[in-house]
């Protein structure tokens, strides 16, 4: 364990009487125990149940999974609790446990545990994650081995074992806690109340309304070596409340600033920025029962050429960038450079659509931002450059709660929305194809693109992995010309820190990883 430091002042409650004193205070120093404020997104502490941000945030510190990722780089998985290998039709996958690991109580971790946690999600039907595990069958092949086998390609599959939902549990204890493979599970309970894993972490207590503490598991024999054995999860929904705790020291990590408020920080904080996995877009109806007007490809490529795109960036802050298509930078098959201002092609486009100068309704939540993207400004900016191309927009903003059913039911002619991953691999974002799940959203059905639908299916069947880049970019490129997606920003991650923090790694699933961060 490394050499820890004690935050003084603060520990004691001596601050405020230094101040009245007429002290100056000296800058805080590092302790073992920290506090993070963060926007909850909490329900549940069982990872097999969890499918929200702040839920795997808590189970990446208390679980491992098979495999996981180095830092920020998600583009390939590294060992996690094992190492593995595949089959040349990417349908066979082969994970050999670590020796000598154990879990929070000191008892080892087999190949039993790994197929009851993997066979748990799979059978709980109504779990959010069940979906991760669709297609994938489990088989014991020894005390330390574990075959994943597929009956098509599915190099995802790797990617799918970081996520925290997959993490692996202590089986025998589960199990004597209510835990089985079928949706008779009753171990949530017991799972909100204390931890089963093998993480550097075990849970000491937690308020889904309110707070999340951690402690050191004092038994973790992984690769981690964590500097703070007590960690708060505080729930600060307001980011510039996030901001003011930072800069009063009343915790040491804020989780959800905006670009403008990191960029207003006071001296001493570390700030860690980077794009988010979230693309910010504009969803253009291709059924012409939804969209009128809408439902053509040029009236689309119109769209996607009369935008400024620099000046929408602006209202997006620190860590973001023009979103270069439908899949973000940090993943693979992402485009190089997205689509610049071309006001001759918009209205070749236009004039090709029929468009008579009817009015548009464009429809967007109004009260859920997005990497502190707020959708009512970058509405109205994308309204003006429209009605300078000649498109007249009506703006529709209601609550999210209100906005959503017509989205995910395709009723929405126009529209801003965003998209972020479940795991991290680039086949989130396949559902944009033709007849796929979000492209339905936008009425476009497989009949109406066909080659979209082939450049898909090659992509998500792909045998290795220079053929899956070339497959992804080819699909991107087909979407970034001629789909009813318009792709504006890909949102920054602003994660900010007390000066003695390091080790912040945004990571698209689980934000970032507690046991990483550092006391320098």
Do not use: H
Request: glycine share 8%; aromatic share 8%; hydrophobic share 40%.
């Amino acid at each position: 364990m490394r050499t820890k430091f004690r935050y003084v002042a603060a520990a004691f409650g001596l601050t405020a009487s230094l101040a009245l004193a007429g002290c100056a205070a000296a800058a805080p120093e590092a302790s073992d125990s920290i506090v993070i404020d963060t926007a909850f997104t909490l329900e549940t502490s069982d990872p097999g149940r969890n499918y929200v941000p702040t839920g795997y945030m808590v189970s990446k510190a208390l679980y491992e999974t098979l495999l996981d990722f180095a830092g920020s780089d998600e583009s390939t998985p590294v060992n996690g609790l094992a190492s593995y290998e595949s089959n040349d039709d990417a349908t066979v996958f082969t994970f050999t446990l670590e020796d000598g690991r154990v879990f929070s109580d000191g008892s080892a971790i087999t190949a039993d545990d790994v197929v009851f946690s993997l066979n748990r999600v799979a059978g709980m039907t109504e779990s959010k994650a069940n979906f991760l595990m669709n297609g994938i069958t489990v088989t014991k092949i020894d005390d330390m081995t574990v075959e994943l086998s597929t009956e098509t390609p599915s190099l995802k599959l790797p990617a799918l074992m970081t996520n925290p939902s997959l993490a692996i549990l202590n089986s025998a204890l589960v199990i004597e806690n209510g835990g089985t493979t079928d949706d008779s599970d009753a171990a949530e309970a017991f799972l909100n109340e204390t931890s089963a894993g093998s993480g550097p972490y075990i849970l000491d207590s937690i308020n889904f309304e309110s707070q999340v503490v951690l402690t050191e598991n004092e038994n973790y024999n992984g690769e981690e070596d964590i500097d703070f054995t007590r960690v708060v999860i505080r729930n600060v929904s307001e980011a510039a409340t996030q901001k003011i705790n930072l800069e009063g020291d009343d915790s040491q990590v804020a989780v959800d600033l905006s670009g403008d408020q990191v960029a207003s920080l006071s001296d001493g904080i570390n700030i860690f920025s980077t794009p988010s996995a979230q693309t910010i877009f504009l969803l253009i109806n291709q059924s012409e029962e939804v969209g009128g007007v809408t439902a053509n490809a040029d009236f689309a490529n119109a769209v996607r050429y009369a935008l400024d795109y620099p000046a929408l960036l602006e209202l997006a802050g620190a860590g973001s960038e023009q979103a270069t298509g439908v899949i973000p930078p940090s993943f693979l098959g992402a485009l190089e450079n997205g689509v610049a201002q071309d006001l001759d092609v918009a209205a070749a486009s236009l004039e090709a659509s029929g468009y008579d100068g009817e009015s548009i309704t464009l429809e967007y939540p109004n009260d859920y931002p997005v990497g502190g993207v707020s959708f009512t400004p970058l509405a109205e900016r994308v309204q003006s450059q429209l009605a300078d191309a000649g498109i007249t927009i009506e703006l529709a903003p209601a609550p999210f709660t209100t906005q959503i059913d017509s989205y995910v039911n395709g009723t929405e002619a126009f529209s801003i929305w965003f998209w972020g991953p479940d795991y991290a691999d680039s086949a989130n974002f396949l559902p944009f194809s033709a007849g796929q799940k979000v492209g339905l959203r936008a009425g476009w059905t497989a009949d109406q693109d066909s080659d979209v639908v082939n450049l898909a299916a090659a992509a998500e069947n792909a045998t290795n992995f220079d053929e899956r880049e070339t497959a992804f970019s080819n699909f991107a490129e087909a979407l970034q010309q001629r789909g009813p997606f318009v792709p504006l920003i890909v949102p920054g991650s602003n994660i900010a820190t007390a000066s003695y923090i390091d080790g912040v790694a945004y990571n698209s699933t689980w934000t970032m990883d507690i046991a990483e961060l550092q006391a320098k």
